[in-house]
């Protein structure tokens, strides 16, 4: 078994698909599933599988009746590895990662004006920034 971060899309936000993280936790080790836990009530669970990726994200939307993207202990790993912003962007409540269900093809045109973007190598994660200047004073502002 290993461990893997199930991330439930639109769970607690602005009001809507409300869900108790501990009738969350309950009803995922009622199915089977080992060592559940979950972060604040943002709907990201940390749980124990031995099952694929891609197999637990279908077992799992059919259970909770939500969009869900599954990612392993290596891919967190490789994404914070990955970062291509170095000290350059050092506010951590500015940086944000994003998980996709599937490769990106390509990004917007206005996207690619007001945002730094990467994407890792499987394409199924992306992180960005508004554009930052590289002038040390304004970084530190």
Same mark, same amino acid.
């Given at each position: 078994m290993a461990l893997v971060v199930a991330l439930l899309r639109g769970v607690n936000? &602005? &009001?809507? +698909?409300?869900? @108790?993280?501990?009738e969350l936790r309950a009803t995922l080790a009622t199915a089977g599933y080992g060592e559940v836990r979950t972060h604040l009530q943002s709907g990201n669970v940390i749980l124990d599988s031995a099952k694929k990726p891609a197999t637990l994200e279908r077992e799992l939307e059919q259970l909770l009746r939500v969009q869900i993207v599954v990612r392993t202990h290596d891919e967190l790993v490789d994404v914070v590895a990955r970062d291509p912003f170095g000290e350059l962007a050092s506010n &951590? @409540? +500015?940086?944000?990662v994003t998980f996709l269900s599937g490769p990106v093809t390509q990004v917007a045109a206005s996207n690619r004006a007001t945002a730094s973007c990467s994407s890792s190598a499987d394409g199924r994660s992306t992180r960005g920034f508004p554009k930052v200047s590289t002038n040390r004073s304004a970084r530190s502002s």
């Open positions: 936000v &602005g &009001g809507n +698909r409300k869900l @108790s993280m501990a &951590g @409540s +500015r940086y944000f």
